[in-house]
């Protein structure tokens, strides 16, 4: 990720080749891909191995979604006045 803007900035998402499977990216570099299921929406973690008990998780549709990753990408969002004010104490 880049510095100089915050990570939910960098964030986009969208196609990845097929109508169905959609992913996520960081300052240009695929995270997660999304996709519809029986049981709903899942998105897998690509910084899993697919073997990982938390590689895939599940959501209620394509929204829900988007909004768990983007509700996880903002906690990279860390402003640097706190990190100062953390470590002048």
Same mark, same amino acid.
């Given at each position: ?9 960098? =964030? ?13 990216? =960081? ?7 999304? &996709? ?10 690509? =910084?899993?191995?697919?073997?990982? #008990? ?25 402003? #640097? ?7 002048? &104490?």
């Amino acid at each position: 990720m880049r510095g100089d803007k915050p990570a939910i900035e960098q =964030l986009t998402y969208g196609s990845v080749g097929t109508s169905s499977t959609w992913g996520a990216w =960081l300052d240009g570099k695929q995270f997660a891909q999304m &996709n519809g299921c029986p049981t709903g929406y899942a998105v897998r973690w690509i =910084l899993y191995d697919w073997r990982h #008990p938390h590689a895939t998780t599940m959501h209620k549709d394509r929204e829900a979604a988007i909004e768990y990753i983007r509700v996880w990408v903002s906690g990279f969002d860390i402003d #640097p006045g706190d990190i100062e004010s953390a470590e002048s &104490n």
